[in-house]
């Protein structure tokens, strides 16, 4: 039952994956942060971190890369719920066997592939454009370990923030404490420059492990903690995995086809 499970998710995954990188919007969308990064590092040229020995240029785009997984991760995991929830998707899943654990694999698939799409068109040509980037076995190594394992901590977190909201612009109000949260992890500047106990808030999310061994694995020189990085993931992860399903059953069993009809309705009234 639990290999059928997974297959059928991985397959509902797979189709949805291909129907978007085949949408020109959706990949416009995509692609559109990543030029603007890839601008930005043009114009910061040689530039170095204060301070350090560190190409400004290259701390920036693994920044980057870790802000993508993180806003991927969990906006867009809940925006894809309640586009769903609002559209009947949900309503449909919930009719059909392990519908929702099938529709949580799925999207988890879904958003995994973007985010590593995303990142690799800012990687690739962002390493044209910067000095300093370590590309060894280490570097490969780490990113096999840390990137499925940030993405299964971060995407389960987004699916149980998406169960919240009934509409899109619910959702999309989930930027704002996100991007707050990044902003405090160390992704963009030192921890070690925010008071002690933000420091200790900060290192209680996967946010700030996925910076630091984004870093550990690209600058040379920096710091890595991959025990300690690998525990909290897994942590986050396993209770993620463990808690979305049961939300998400609990959220789709109070669906009705005249909610959806009623959503369908505001949204009309709004576009016109």
Known sequence: MRRRLLAAGL?????ELRQTVTNTADIVGYLFPVGI???VLWLIGDAEVPGSQVSL?????VSSMAMLLVIGGVASTAQYLTMDREDGTLLRAKATPNGMAGYLIGKIVLVSGVMVISCVAALVPGSLLVEGLRFDAGTVLTLLWLVPLALLALLPIGAVLGALFE???????LMLPVTALTGVSGIFY???VLPGWVQGVAQVFPMYWLGLGLRSAFLPGEPGQPWQTAGVMAVWAVVGLLLAPG???????????SLVAARRERALTRTM
């Open 11 to 15: 397959r509902r995954g797979g189709i």
């Open 167 to 173: 509409t899109i612009r619910g959702a999309a109000m």
């Open 57 to 61: 240029g290259s701390y920036s785009l």
């Open 190 to 192: 030192p921890l070690s």
């Open 247 to 257: 939300i998400l059953r609990r959220m789709a069993r109070r669906e009705s086809g």
């Open 37 to 39: 990064l890839l601008v």
